[in-house]
């Protein structure tokens, strides 16, 4: 079905970041047919909707996620990432598809109220005799109706092999790379206009092994998927790599084979002007995740220096445990605060951080000719947020509503041309079910945690 936005402000992020005070955006057959200034003309046939007072954005794309973790929420709200690791691990090794199924919808629909078209979600606990948790995932963004780029992560290294995680939380390294590989070719979708591609995430190098580590690499190649894991999030996670291997965790990393261009890491905190220009040189992206770090305490992301050495960085959520926003649209205006709180009032402009949120986060997924922004040709995977309430009404500027102000609501939200938010609610599902589901699932998993 022809849809026809009319009469409202409009930010393209195209190559020139064109922008509308008054735009029209003409989507057709799931892809994106024209965009323009002023209103669409009366000959263009089509469903009719007036953005007046609201401005069209290209979907947001978040580049770091764990799904699972919106059942986790609340949880060693004052402890630093690897304190938090290990007051939680043993919760999580109890999760069973259930508890996936229910915080992958709650997770996802929140995703979609605060703007996001496309998601990944970095799933790493597969406990024995649980049922299908991969796939668990898989079905919630099938009904929640966002496109969705899961990668199979994994854990092999246990306490008993210096790691971090409980053994009763991680996986045989054959075990993994056969599950791996089998998720890929059950799901991945190569197509452009895919709305489910699989990525391969061993999760970080404290909990997996150098093997593990090598041979996803060798495997995601194989496949020609995508690799992503947690790359030097923390100082602690720096002090070990140095001790244990002699170099820093992006070195590590590069020697086992993991940098470039089909490779997006989360976090990259703690970096050398020598490790950034390596990212850069190789292509490996990066997903900044400013509230989690923030939230841990681990430091702050060298995003200005990462995007002047030429590095693709997105914009992650992370997961929800440490994160209980769980929302995406308030992560642009923390990357602009803690960007210029790191690197003073240049550190970031308020339409890099759209750009990060939408065109960085499509090149962390591999998927920057489908989808991130406005243009013709493009996925029509498109959002429109109301400023004309009493949060954002009359402001100068329709990014800065955006960015700086409140987190606006989203009153449309197509992905691929389909309406997964329509005057401002949820189509797909009931958000009222879903929290009713979550509930009792966190209420479930919570039982015997130390808060
Ligand atoms: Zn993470």
Redesign the pocket.
Same mark, same amino acid.
């Given at each position: 079905m022809r849809i026809v936005f009319t009469g409202g402000a409009v930010a393209t992020v195209d190559g020139h970041d064109t922008e509308h005070d008054t735009g029209h955006v003409v989507v057709d057959g799931g892809r994106i047919v024209a965009v323009g200034a002023g209103d669409a003309p009366d000959s263009v046939a089509g469903k009719r909707i007036d953005t007046r007072g609201c401005l069209v954005t290209p979907g947001l794309v978040n580049a +770091?996620h764990?799904l699972y973790q919106w059942a986790y929420r609340g949880l060693a709200t004052d402890s630093t990432l690897f304190e938090w690791l290990v007051t939680l691990y043993p919760a999580w090794t109890r999760m069973d598809a259930d508890v996936v199924h229910a915080a992958s919808v709650a997770g996802l629909a929140r995703l979609a109220l605060t703007g996001c078209t496309t998601s990944t979600d +970095?799933h790493y606990l597969f406990p024995a005799g649980r049922g299908d948790l991969f796939g668990a995932g898989i079905a919630a963004a099938a009904q929640v109706g966002l496109r969705f780029h899961p990668t199979r992560g994994s854990m092999d290294r246990g306490t008993s092999d210096g790691g971090l995680p409980p053994d009763e939380a991680v996986e045989r390294t054959d075990d993994i790379l056969a599950a791996t590989a089998e998720a890929i070719e059950r799901y991945h979708d190569p197509r452009p206009d895919a709305m489910l591609r699989v990525g391969v995430a061993p999760c970080s190098p404290f909990s997996v092994s150098s093997r593990l580590l090598a041979d996803s690499a060798e495997l995601a190649r194989r496949y020609g998927v995508r690799l992503h894991t947690?790359l030097a999030e923390t100082s602690d996670e720096e002090r070990q790599c140095l001790a244990e291997h002699g170099c820093t965790p992006t070195e590590y990393l590069e020697g086992l084979g993991w940098l470039g261009g089909d490779v997006w890491f989360?976090?990259t905190v703690h970096l050398s002007a020598e490790n950034i220009k390596r990212l850069a040189a190789t292509g490996s992206a990066t997903a900044h995740?400013p509230s &989690?770090n923030a939230r841990l305490g681990a430091g702050t992301s060298p995003v200005r220096e990462l995007l002047d050495a030429g590095t693709p960085v997105g914009l $992650?959520v992370? $997961?929800p445990a &440490?994160n209980e926003d769980g929302g995406l649209v308030t992560e642009l205006r923390q990357a602009v605060l803690t960007a210029r709180g790191r690197g003073g009032p240049t550190a970031m402009r308020i339409r890099e951080a759209l750009r990060l949120a939408t065109m960085g986060g499509a090149r962390c997924l591999g998927r920057a000719d489908d989808i991130g922004s406005l243009e013709v040709g493009k996925l029509a995977d498109v959002a429109v947020w109301r400023i004309d309430d009493l949060a954002h009404a009359d402001i100068a500027d329709p990014v800065a509503a955006l960015v700086l102000g409140a987190a606006p609501a989203v009153d449309t939200l197509l992905v691929g041309g389909d309406p997964v938010i329509e005057h401002g609610s949820l189509r797909t599902v009931s958000a009222a079910d879903a929290s009713r589901a979550l509930a009792r699932q966190a209420a479930r998993m919570r039982e015997g945690v130390d808060r």
């Open positions: +770091h764990h +970095h947690h989360a976090h995740c &989690s $992650g992370d $997961g &440490s």
